[in-house]
């Protein structure tokens, strides 16, 4: 076990370190960074000045290998926006991130897949009907409309909550809620569709035929067989969750690390997107090596082959 | 007795098929009928140039001026000529980001098939990284660098989703040169291109045609998003996503600034996500 995780994390790793190869090569090969800052009309020497200062005069393997090192320490360089230190960005906003995507995250699966067994078990019911019609609607309403609609209903109609912003909790509301419904209508519609697929299996049949009460079925024999594709989707809509993240933290002007993303492509501020993207890439990984190892706890075939 | 008497043979069944449509698949195809003309026809039926500007007539609500049915914008300038100008720009985007995507993927997914090995390993082994990334997060960090230009914003609509048709086409095409058809051609001597486009296309032509109805709404959604954070269409080019966004500082005291693009939007990827899921289910069981 302990040799899988460590296989897995070496691969990770990998992925990490040619994502930051590739995203630096890309920057340094898409324009003279001398000339994006300091404009057309800088003198030579003022463009060389710079290229000396941000080390741009050497050689781009040893511009990647300083850019590694100084990564390691933590050391992203400084905004071109405002100056300030891309690590201080990008901490001061990861947690605000993680407060409003893991919380709708929770949300959405509490309410999703619920949602969605009981219109697996009970189909062609108002509660089936009504996961499905969700599921149709939410693949077809833009995520910034949802918010949009709710600061309408919540901040300018009812003036129950606070449109845009992220000073208190009570700004976190409704960014959560757009975030964790959305999510709740494609969960509830796949673990429907999944657990109907197991249970027109032959040993759910068997069982029935055996006299094992309808609520033992479900939970000892299908459930732990929908697992498996649950987790899958899971870890997909994790990871679709920080592209989600750009929209809602915009909608709602919550200071995440979507939001300063968005500003910082607005701005071309390349330092900060160069980072955000590695940062977006650790979750990425992250998300995809927790897949790989819940698979193998929830499922004794591929934890007996490792 | 009637089951008999009411099941037609399979000429008579295909010609009468369009009055046996579900009353709701036939409003979704009549509203993207109507989506189309208007796309076409977008310049000759706005009764505006949709960036004339009318400061005395600004915020004009629907239905309270004559002449501007829609009302007006921030600007004063008529909100139905900037709604069919940015629906003939949405959609426009979406058919040649989808068609883009459509044919790159499925001609990786054929070359995948074809080649196997290495081939086979690298274009599956891209597919996979882009499936796993969000491409929201990959269109910004591009748009970041490049710039926002309108032809890479297309060509980034059409590297959307490519990876869908590859994985698909690769498995139909894999499918196909196991059945016999395709194994006689090759038999007579049949070059293997003609094979692939005369003989297997038209074959697995059906699930690529409903997975393209299933992609054209996320990509109008993933258009319409990047228009709302304001890196894809530009001023003075007006697409549905920036319509709303310009519409959401005056939400307030004009909501069908949003409203109005809004629904034609939700209308417009509700009608074709439906069609396509009756599609696959009607057709094509291996997509389900």
Not at chain 1, 55 to 62: A, H, T, W, Y
Not at chain 1, 92 to 111: N, Y
Not at chain 2, 213 to 241: D, H, W
């Amino acid at each position: 076990m302990t040799g899988f995780i460590l296989s897995k994390a070496v691969r990770a790793f990998a992925v990490l370190f040619s994502t930051a190869l590739f995203v630096f090569v890309v920057l340094r090969f898409s324009g003279d960074p001398a000339e994006r800052m300091l404009g057309e009309f800088a003198t030579p020497e003022a463009q060389a000045a710079f290229r000396t200062l941000w080390g741009l005069d050497k050689s781009i393997p040893e511009q990647f290998l300083i850019y590694l090192q100084h990564a390691i320490q933590g050391d992203f360089g400084k905004s071109f926006a405002d100056g300030r230190d891309v690590f201080d960005i990008i901490t001061q906003s990861i947690p605000k991130t993680l407060t409003v995507s893991v919380s709708a995250f929770i949300i959405a699966i509490l309410l999703g897949i619920p949602a969605g067994i009981v219109a697996a078990i009970r189909r062609d019911s108002a509660i089936d009907r009504l996961v499905m019609a969700t599921a149709v609607l939410g693949h077809s309403i833009p995520m910034f409309l949802v918010g949009l609609i709710f600061i309408f209903i919540f901040a300018v109609w009812l003036r129950v909550l606070p449109s845009s912003g992220s000073s208190t909790w009570r700004h976190a509301i409704l960014p959560i809620a757009t975030f964790a419904l959305y999510n709740a209508a494609s969960i509830s519609r796949f673990a429907r569709a999944t657990l109907i697929e197991v249970l027109e299996q032959p040993y759910i049949a068997a069982a029935r035929g055996d006299g094992i009460p309808p609520s033992e079925i479900i939970l000892r024999h299908a459930l732990p067989n929908a697992a498996i594709p649950l987790v899958t989707m899971l870890g997909i809509l994790a990871t679709s969750l920080l592209g989600g993240t750009v929209l809602v933290e915009t909608v709602f002007a919550w200071t995440g690390i979507g939001a300063q993303f968005v500003r910082a492509v607005g701005q071309g501020d390349l330092n900060v997107v160069q980072a955000m993207i590695l940062v977006f890439t650790v979750f990425v990984v992250m998300i995809n090596l927790t897949v790989e190892i819940l698979y193998a706890f929830l499922n004794p075939k591929i934890r007996s082959q490792q | 007795m009637m089951a008999q008497s009411a099941s037609p043979t399979r000429s008579k069944r295909s010609f009468t098929s369009i009055f046996r449509l579900p009353v709701g698949i036939l409003l979704c195809a009549t509203w993207i009928a109507v989506i189309l003309i208007v796309a076409i026809f977008a310049h000759w039926l706005a009764p505006f140039d949709y960036t004339q500007q009318a400061p005395l007539t600004r915020f004009a609500p629907p239905l309270k001026l004559s002449n501007h049915l829609l009302g007006t914008d921030f600007l004063g300038r008529d909100l139905l000529s900037n709604l069919l100008a940015a629906t003939q720009t949405t959609l426009m985007v979406a058919l040649i980001g989808g068609t883009i995507s459509a044919i790159v993927g499925t001609s990786l997914g054929f070359l995948s098939a074809h080649f196997g090995g290495w081939v086979d390993n690298l274009v599956m082994g891209i597919a996979d990284a882009m499936a796993s990334v969000p491409f929201m997060i990959i269109a910004l960090g591009v748009l970041a660098v490049f710039g926002s230009s309108p032809l890479l914003f297309v060509l980034l609509m059409g590297v959307f989703n490519w990876w869908r048709y590859a994985r698909l086409a690769r498995g139909l095409v894999l499918g196909a040169n196991a059945d016999g058809y395709a194994e006689a051609a090759r038999i007579v001597g049949v070059p293997s291109l003609r094979i692939y486009l005369r003989h297997i296309l038209p074959n697995i032509a059906g699930p690529l045609v409903v997975q393209f109805t299933l992609n054209f709404p996320e990509i109008v959604l993933m258009e319409s998003g990047l228009s709302f954070l304001g890196v894809g269409i530009k001023p003075p080019a007006i697409s549905l996503g920036l319509m709303i966004s310009y519409g959401t500082s005056y939400f307030a005291i004009a909501w069908w600034l949003v409203a109005l693009p809004g629904l034609v939007l939700v209308l417009t990827t509700l009608s074709i996500s439906l069609l396509g899921d009756y599609l696959r289910d009607r057709l094509d069981a291996r997509l389900r």
